[in-house]
């Protein structure tokens, strides 16, 4: 009777966006590991869970683990510029849309109270039209500081891209 080579495995769950998900898997699996499922991450809808296993037998398995740090901290930093990017002007386009809207609402408030006095009414209506006109500014702010933030952070991220790159070719040649 044959005997059959029991084989045990390390396990490992990492929580990425959804836009480094394939990144991920593809450092991972240089350092070894085997994606096995993937499944939404719980009060996260834009992060996904990488569920991955690995020969607990693998050779240089220090030098991987050492290897394996670097790797989920470049990851990290990645998420932690996409999250600089796409938060880049939120506070003063919010400020600006609510303050547009309070300006607004003031002078529909002014032309509406003191109704029969026509120069109100009318001095309540440019208010009101220059409030509207200031809150639609929000818009066009927000994509202002994204785009500048973007010519900041665009060029971070691919030097971490590159950083990852040679990480993941430096794992390889550890794993031949």
């Not at 809808?45 to 569920?51: A, R, T, V």
């Not at 933030?149 to 790159?165: C, F, G, M, Q, T």
Request: with cysteine.
């Amino acid at each position: 009777m044959e005997k059959k080579e029991i084989v045990s495995y390390d396990y490992k769950t990492f929580t990425v966006r959804r836009e480094v998900e394939g990144m991920a898997a593809d450092a991972f699996e240089a350092l070894g590991w085997s994606l096995v499922g993937t499944s939404v991450s719980i009060g996260a809808m834009s992060c996904i869970n990488l569920s991955f296993k690995r020969d607990r037998r693998i050779n240089n398995k220090q030098e991987l683990l050492h290897h394996q740090e670097r790797i989920e901290r470049t990851l990290q930093i990645i998420d932690t510029l996409h999250n600089k990017k796409r938060s880049a002007g939120v506070a003063s386009s919010i400020a600006t849309g609510v303050i547009g809207t309070l300006i607004f609402g003031g002078g529909m408030s002014i032309g509406f109270e003191l109704y029969p006095n026509k120069w109100w009414v009318a001095s309540g209506i440019v208010l009101g039209v220059l409030g509207l006109a200031y809150a639609s500014t929000a818009w066009f702010m927000y994509k202002l500081w994204r785009k500048r933030k973007s010519r900041v952070i665009d060029p971070l991220l691919e030097d971490e891209y590159n950083k990852l790159a040679d990480y993941c070719e430096a794992t390889n040649k550890l794993r031949r």
